[in-house]
């Protein structure tokens, strides 16, 4: 009677005949993105997108309930990636194609790009560079259920100074306009950074990313010199704070690191040549890092091919690359907080679990590399009361892969279940 008194209701409120039905999801491990047990033979029912039971054992499902079978495998929260550009993917065109693609054309790839991410186990992405304004435009279409994809944390363009890793017009002939101002991005002083910041709340950015230093896929010549002043970092954190903003900063160089902690940025991504100084710091503040290996492994690999990047490119790519699992392994062993990071759309988008098995082969335990991918930036992005995690009350955000990922840490590449929205968007 409940069941069919709430269907007779949605129709009322012209939400169209949604199943009231449950979904029982029957796993044969469940890691809850909190504890270091992992409970076995368990039933995760999820009504109405939340999880309403948690129990020992194999319900039977009643009338209309979908039934998951995961007996072989482990259901786990929905995972995070805290560095994403959802709306491109580098490839060997790339620098032409800056010259090629319009608005449609990158916010239709970012499309195809968030499902692909969805149907990884990525239920949840900060977004840390876009152009057009196109992630905020496709996390807008993913929260009203047009598209299907991940929730989107998004930064919007990222904020640089003039040559610079995010002054979008690096390399271009003079014959094009080149000297975008902080409305795209590009700040070269205390007022620039605080109008840059104001202007990403205009444009409905729910974060802030700024480029501390070089970065390898630019077209400049060094990849990790600072590129900010102390000062200007202050200007866009205290301007972030008024609007509830974190600021993200990418940072492959010591100093552009060390001024960024100073500055009072939340995160530092890549964070390359990192020394003991920068490391001290981060602890003393509480600075997170992400440190997007994957994109370090990714760039190296490609520059093997003397052709790949461009030629300004490549020497950068080659020294940054190998060096950014060290860091890691010396920082996480440092006691520096770590947030699962990839910086996919360097490497190829549906790909991002990869990151599992470097930071495990860094050095990190399997459990704790699971929980920097769920409860951890849950709790970093405020939204620890409805993700991150396995409890009755959560939402149904759910991911399996078979087997154990405690054993064999490639199983999270391998993700057989995908839910999110009151939606099964992959099952085994
Ligand atoms: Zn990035």
Do not use: C
Not at 65 to 71: A, E, F, Q, S, T
Not at 178 to 197: L, T
Not at 366 to 386: G, H, N, Y
Request: aromatic share 6%; proline share 5%; net charge neutral.
């Amino acid at each position: 009677m409940r069941r069919l008194g709430g269907l007779a209701l949605a129709l009322l409120l012209g939400a169209g005949a949604a199943s009231q039905a449950a979904t029982l999801i029957h796993a044969g491990r469940v890691i809850d993105g909190v504890s270091d047990t992992v409970k076995t033979n368990q039933t995760v029912v999820v009504d109405a997108g939340k999880i309403v039971a948690i129990e020992p054992g194999f319900r039977a499902p009643a009338a209309g309930d979908r039934v998951i079978d995961l007996k072989q495998g482990t259901l786990l929260p929905g995972l995070f990636d805290m560095h994403v550009h959802l709306t491109g993917e580098y490839s060997k065109n790339s620098e032409i194609e800056d010259y090629k693609l319009n608005e449609g054309d990158v916010a239709i790839d970012g499309v195809v790009y968030a499902q692909r991410t969805l149907l990884a186990g990525f239920t949840t992405v900060r977004d840390l560079g876009d152009e057009y304004r196109a992630s905020i435009a496709l996390r807008n279409a993913i929260n009203a259920g047009k598209v299907p994809g991940p929730r989107i944390v998004a930064a919007g363009k990222a904020i640089g100074t003039t040559g610079g890793h995010a002054d979008p017009t690096n390399g271009w002939a003079r014959k094009f306009p080149a000297n975008p101002g902080p409305e795209d991005g590009v700040v070269n002083s205390v007022e620039d950074a605080r109008k840059a910041v104001r202007q990403r709340y205009k444009d409905g950015s729910d974060t802030i990313k700024i480029t501390a230093t070089g970065g390898v896929l630019s077209i400049a010549k060094n990849g990790a010199n600072p590129q900010f002043t102390e000062e200007e970092i202050r200007a866009v954190v205290s301007t972030a704070r008024d609007y509830g903003f974190k600021v993200a900063a990418h940072a492959h160089g010591a100093e552009g690191i060390k001024r960024a902690v100073r500055g009072g940025v939340d995160t530092i991504e890549h964070g390359t040549f990192m020394d003991d100084e920068g490391m001290k710091l981060m602890k003393e503040r509480g600075t997170f890092y992400v440190p997007t290996i994957s994109a370090g492994n990714w760039v190296y690999t490609q520059a093997q091919d003397p052709n790949f990047f461009p030629p300004v490119v490549r020497p950068k790519a080659l020294q940054v690359g190998p060096q950014i699992q060290a860091t890691f392994a010396k920082a996480y062993k440092a006691g520096v907080k770590i947030l699962f990071g990839t910086d996919t759309g360097v490497s190829k988008h549906g790909e991002n679990a990869h990151e599992f098995k470097l930071m495990v082969d860094g050095g990190m335990p399997a459990m704790e590399a699971i929980r920097v991918a769920t409860s951890v930036p849950a709790k970093f992005l405020d939204l620890d009361d409805k993700v991150g995690s396995i409890a009755v009350g959560k939402l149904g955000e759910l991911v399996g892969v078979p087997g154990n990922p405690l054993e064999d840490i490639t199983a999270m590449e391998r993700v057989s279940f995908v839910m999110k929205d009151n939606t099964v968007y992959k099952a085994p």
